[in-house]
């Protein structure tokens, strides 16, 4: 079995570049150009937001010295650790467009352009078996391409001329959900990692958003908008009728499974303000609140003992706490770390 190092890879301010350095914490991968991101298994990876959001000097790692990999001065969109992590695929910022993915060992040295065949890429995943890279492109729309990790020519994975983002692999690899506008109105869809038989998840009048693979991959929890009304749902991976896992009157989004699949994490305002909170996936017993100080978005380490969450408003906070309840506590080193995140764990 393979040791990993546990590396954090970073952009950091005033000269934004691709960094490595030590941490002891737990695992992120971000999958937007915002700030934090999952590695592989023990990783983390943060990046300076695009458009202000950062103290001088950037985003500062726990633990470690930072190592600095890239020195073009470029602003990285979107970071993404190779399945063995050996190395990570960035995209960096290169107006007018955003052509040209790279990796780059962990270990510095040079670039290695990866074709991708398409522009304004952002969103880049890697597969669980570390063979295809998935990104989104901004055109007109937002596409769903894949590229092989060998850096060979990319193209779209469906083809399609309406707006589909944020793909989600499952945990075996086999599958993709995503959200589209394909019916006219955001709905989750799924397709096989090659792009083939394409399957509609929900069917509902109203937007549907944020799908998460349970971890045995039979489930997807997702996000739905009615007017004022923001609630969760559990639905089976191939369709079905959903499951309404949020009260009448709460608005309730961002779920997310735990690692083993027993509990869901999702932000609420059922005490009167917007927390984190956790219930059964199953759906017995009651909620249990999380956090009691505010927060937005819930992140679970991959050992069920911690939840790492942000905040609203500013300045933009990165916080900890025990997965329990518990004493609430701020990451200083990610103040930066905003809301504005869409989060996977591995």
Request: include cysteine.
């Amino acid at each position: 079995m393979k040791a990993y190092r546990r590396l954090p890879v970073f952009s950091q301010a005033p000269c934004p570049a691709v960094a490595t350095g030590g941490t002891p914490g737990g695992a992120f991968r971000r999958m937007s150009p915002w700030t934090e991101a999952i590695t592989p298994p023990s990783l983390l990876k943060v990046i300076r937001p695009l458009k202000g959001g950062a103290p001088p000097g950037g985003v500062t790692v726990i633990g470690g010295e930072p190592r600095q990999l890239t020195f073009d001065g470029l602003i990285i969109n979107s970071l993404a650790w190779s399945a063995d992590g050996d190395y990570i695929y960035f995209v960096p910022v290169r107006p007018p467009n955003q052509t040209v993915a790279r990796r780059i060992p962990i270990s510095g040295g040079e670039q290695e352009i990866v074709s991708t065949g398409s522009k304004n890429i952002t969103n880049i995943v890697v597969s669980p078996d570390g063979n295809t890279l998935v990104f989104a492109e901004d055109v007109r729309r937002w596409s769903i391409w894949r590229i092989p990790s060998d850096g060979q020519t990319g193209s779209r994975l469906i083809e399609s001329d309406f707006t589909e983002y944020f793909p989600q692999f499952s945990p075996d690899g086999s599958r993709i959900a995503f959200q589209t506008d394909r019916t006219g109105t955001y709905q989750i869809w799924t397709a096989d990692a090659d792009g083939k038989n394409l399957r509609q998840i929900t069917d509902t009048p109203f937007p549907s958003s944020s799908p998460g693979f349970s971890p045995d991959g039979s489930l997807i929890a997702f996000n739905q908008k009615n007017g004022e009304d923001f609630a969760n749902y559990i639905i089976s991976a191939r369709g079905g009728t959903p499951r309404r896992i949020s009260p009448e009157g709460a608005q309730e989004d961002f779920p997310v499974w735990s690692a083993d699949g027993r509990y869901i994490y999702f932000a609420s305002n059922r005490s009167g303000e917007r927390n984190i909170w956790k219930m059964n996936a199953d759906g017995s017993g009651e909620a249990v609140q999380i956090t009691t100080n505010g927060a937005y978005r819930a992140t679970p380490t991959p050992d069920g003992k911690t939840v790492y969450f942000t905040k609203t408003g500013f300045p933009r906070e990165f916080w900890r706490v025990p997965a329990e309840g518990g004493a609430e506590e701020i990451v200083p080193e990610f103040e930066a770390a905003g809301f504005y995140n869409i989060w996977t764990m591995t």
